[in-house]
């Protein structure tokens, strides 16, 4: 046998040896599919997430080329049975409401946060929350969406007079599994929120600051935590090995670099923009300044410039070494999209659940229904901010140049 064939025939088992590999990995659930219409509907972990946009937005982030819309259906306090959208009415009323919520969305995924609330009727309600969480399933599978189904937290640690969340947390672990199991059962996708939660702080230790304000509800900086978990994310793709080893930029991609006696200019286009920069409230250790190192400078002080803007200056040898930056544009864009998702968020609460529901289609209607025409103009605005989310989420190039400094310029 001559070298080619044998060369191809190792190639060809090789790729298929990786095919096979890729086929045997389970599909991500958060890579959307273009038209996608993902709702969220659950009690207030779901809810409050409006309040920060960090979930929403690293979803956003990881699907900069597909077109997809978010719902938040969260209700605080919620149950399966839709105890709290039950307002005025009957109890039962609730879950005829959340039915109807959920189907009027369409979702094509449906991802569903409920367990906190119930988990306080302990091992006893066990039952009756697997009931209520499948009869719920039942209702919300005309919809045909892919589900995704997400354990309760766990129950934080904080200092008296809060109480130990050690029994509570005992009952938190039964429902979570329970979670599972249906999720099992219906050949939907489970996401273990408590085990990765309860994995995350003891990693992080007692002194950590919290990530609760209670103990059960998130704070800015728990839901910025659970955002950046992997599970919450596909992976980042790969960023294409640099033009130049001369350039180390961590994960960008650095592309067109152009030497000069003076210098050096590239730029980077990434595939994706980077995950939200904590909250101010968040701990600065938390995240990792990205790192630029450039070889072979000739000596002297460098500025650096990104697109036309100064940021900083060091010496060739500080540039060798690696200069941690600051947060730049790509950081800044990311946060004006988490701002656009928070403001299209609340235009879209306004739209279905309008602060005097009363009064507009409940049992006062008779008193203001007729005002309840206007309601349905919240939906250009909701779709204005959407059009700018599709641009915000998008990356765009940015242009870095090192240049030496003269001896007047110093």
Do not use: C
Request: proline share 10%.
């Amino acid at each position: 046998m001559t070298r080619g064939p044998l060369l191809l025939g190792l190639l060809m088992i090789v790729q298929s040896a990786a095919r096979d590999a890729r086929a045997d990995e389970p599909p991500n659930p958060w890579r959307l599919q273009n038209g996608d219409r993902v709702v969220l509907v659950g009690d207030t972990f779901i809810e409050r997430d409006q309040r920060y946009g960090y979930l929403e937005t690293m979803l956003t982030l990881a699907n900069p080329d597909r077109d997809a819309t978010f719902r938040n259906l969260g209700w605080s306090a919620d149950t399966t049975r839709g105890l709290s959208r039950a307002g005025f009415d009957p109890p039962e009323a609730g879950f005829v409401a959340l039915k109807e919520q959920v189907l009027a969305a369409k979702p094509t995924v449906l991802v569903v946060g409920y367990g906190m609330a119930e988990s306080f009727d302990g091992e006893a309600g066990l039952s009756r929350f697997v009931e209520g969480y499948n009869a719920m399933l039942d209702a919300f599978a005309p919809t045909g969406a892919r589900l995704i189904l997400l354990s309760p937290l766990p129950h934080e640690a904080l200092p008296p007079p809060l109480p130990d969340p050690a029994p509570h947390n005992r009952d938190l672990k039964l429902y979570s599994q329970a979670v599972g199991a249906i999720a099992q059962e219906r050949g939907a996708v489970f996401i273990d929120l408590f085990r990765e939660f309860e994995t995350l702080r003891n990693r992080r230790g007692a002194e950590a600051l919290p990530d609760t304000d209670n103990g059960i509800h998130l704070t800015g900086l728990g839901y910025w935590r659970l955002a950046t978990l992997p599970v919450m994310s596909p992976p980042s793709p790969r960023a294409p090995e640099n033009g130049s080893g001369r350039i180390e930029f961590g994960a960008h991609r650095v592309t067109r670099v152009e030497e000069s006696p003076n210098g050096v200019k590239f730029v980077v286009e990434d595939p994706r923009l980077p995950a939200p920069p904590p909250p101010p409230s968040g701990d600065p250790s938390e995240t990792a300044s990205p790192a630029l190192r450039v070889r072979g400078l000739t000596p002297g002080r460098y500025a650096l410039k990104i697109d036309g803007q100064a940021v900083l200056d060091r010496t060739a040898e500080e540039w060798a070494e690696g200069v941690a930056l600051p947060p730049g544009p790509d950081v800044d864009q990311v946060e004006r999209l988490r701002e656009t998702i928070n403001a299209k968020n609340l235009l879209f609460f306004h739209r279905w659940r309008p602060q005097n529901i009363t009064y507009l289609f409940g049992f006062r209607k008779h008193e203001q229904g007729n005002n309840a025409v206007e309601i349905p103009r919240f939906d250009p605005l909701v779709e204005a901010k959407e059009k700018e989310i599709a641009q915000l989420r998008k990356p765009v190039p940015h242009t870095y140049e090192l240049i030496r400094e003269s001896e007047a310029a110093r």
